[in-house]
């Protein structure tokens, strides 16, 4: 309680870390994905670390203050104790806020969201997908119509999988085995040479 945004990205980057130093992992091909909380956790840990090559978020949180007052009547109170009671923690609403700190992002990241979502509004995906291509980094945003909150329809899913996949060999430098259809990744120079 009142430690989102904190003890759960300093797991992910302390995990990552002793990866790294035990050879177990290339700290320039790292990444981390989640989706609704993950994603908070994914967008918070590229602008508080260092440690992630890219970051993927499905139906993430970029801007909590947004979550606590424009979300479903469910959740509407959800990040009182989680951060703070609304509005007397605006303060820190607004520090825990990845939309806030791009100043320190330096991963291209990719950004999936339904179009239909009562719970992150598109609107959180859409900013924080022009402020990273404002800044010159990749990114790449897709939006599932008819999909809300998480993705259901099979063909959501799997197109949803794909773009991971191209993504990830497009910024990580290989080449996915089948038939993946290249997705559209905005600022995007090749940070490693095409594996075979």
């Not at 994905?33 to 499905?58: H, R």
């Not at 607004?94 to 939309?99: M, V, W």
Request: aromatic share 8%; net charge negative; with cysteine.
């Amino acid at each position: 309680w009142g430690m989102w945004g904190v003890v759960d990205v300093r797991d992910c980057v302390d995990a990552v870390r002793v990866v790294v130093e035990r050879g177990l992992a290339d700290p320039e091909r790292v990444a981390i994905m989640g989706g609704s909380a993950g994603g908070y956790t994914t967008l918070q840990a590229l602008v508080t670390s260092d440690v992630f090559g890219a970051g993927l978020s499905d139906y993430g949180i970029s801007d909590l203050a947004t979550l606590a007052t424009d979300t479903h009547k469910f959740e509407a109170h959800y990040t009182d104790r989680l951060v703070a009671p609304w509005p007397d923690g605006k303060d820190l609403y607004e520090e825990r806020s990845p939309i806030h700190h791009l100043d320190r992002l330096n991963s291209p990241m990719l950004l999936q969201q339904g179009a239909d979502d009562r719970v992150v509004p598109p609107s959180q995906a859409r900013e924080m997908a022009a402020a990273v291509r404002a800044k010159g980094l990749p990114v790449a945003l897709v939006v599932y119509e008819g999909e809300g909150h998480g993705f259901r329809r099979a063909d959501s899913i799997a197109a949803s999988l794909n773009a991971k996949l191209s993504f990830l060999g497009q910024v990580f430098g290989f080449n996915p085995a089948g038939d993946v259809a290249v997705l559209p990744i905005d600022n995007l120079e090749m940070r490693h040479p095409q594996a075979g």
